[in-house]
């Protein structure tokens, strides 16, 4: 069965960093085309990484360009997004996804919360 | 960046109804959208890819169509389970976009 469970998740202060794991099982994640994706607490969906197969190619959103970083361990099989500079506005669930079809979001994961307050 | 704004924000239907929901993008994306399904407390749920190609495991009475800039997502006769916010996607061009959503609800 293909499953991704993400970790890492928390409660840390405005300008502080933490790191999302996002463990894959039934696959392999450097055969794929990965993202993360996350969701503000009550609202929508917003892209927010992807990384392609050759792992040279990485796409993020304008919101965290220069503050997140995406990669991936192909040994740990385990994707990646180290979060530094934390805002308010990075509180939100965050799910990582396998990509099919370049760049549709075929798998998902249950997602971890992060939460940045003082 | 490609908006896509997606009409009615709440639909009221019965089980037994059928569904239309509307994903409008802000220019052409040709076919290059998809829909999710998303439930209280789950992931989303990939339904349609390539603007008109079921998943696999989604039922057949999910089906979507449309190009350029106009796109549906039909849900015929709508079950229990249907129930639920629909978000459209594109992948045209970078960056990824989500439409803000559309809440079916049992009317």
């Known amino acids: 069965e293909v499953q991704l469970v993400e970790s890492g998740g928390g409660l840390v202060q405005p300008g502080g960093s933490l790191r999302l794991s996002c463990a894959a099982s039934g696959l392999t994640v450097s055969s794929h085309d990965m993202s993360w994706v996350r969701q503000a607490p009550g609202k929508g969906l917003e892209w927010v990484s992807s990384?392609?197969?050759?792992?040279?190619?990485?796409h993020y959103a304008d919101s965290v360009k220069g503050r997140f970083t995406i990669s991936r361990d192909n040994s740990k099989n385990t994707l990646y997004l180290q979060m530094d500079t934390l805002r308010a506005e990075d509180t939100a669930t965050y799910y990582c996804?396998?990509?099919?079809?370049?760049?549709?979001?075929?798998?998902w994961g249950k997602g971890t919360t992060v939460t940045v307050s003082s | 960046e490609i908006v896509l704004t997606q009409s009615p924000a709440t639909l009221s239907l019965s089980p037994g109804e059928r569904a239309a929901l509307s994903c409008r993008a802000s220019?052409?994306?040709?076919?290059?959208l998809a829909w999710y399904q998303q439930k209280p407390g789950q992931p989303p749920r990939l339904l349609i890819y390539?603007?008109?190609n079921r998943a696999t495991g989604v039922p057949a009475r999910f089906s979507g169509s449309g190009s350029g800039t106009d796109f549906t997502l039909t849900i015929n006769s709508l079950e229990p389970e249907d129930f639920a916010i629909y978000y459209c996607q594109q992948r045209s061009n970078w960056p990824l976009t989500f439409g803000g959503g559309t809440k079916v609800e049992i009317k």
């Open positions: 990384i392609r197969i050759s792992a040279v190619e990485t």
């Open positions: 996804a396998k990509e099919i079809r370049y760049h549709y979001m075929e798998v």
């Open positions: 390539d603007a008109s």
């Open positions: 220019q052409s994306i040709n076919n290059y």
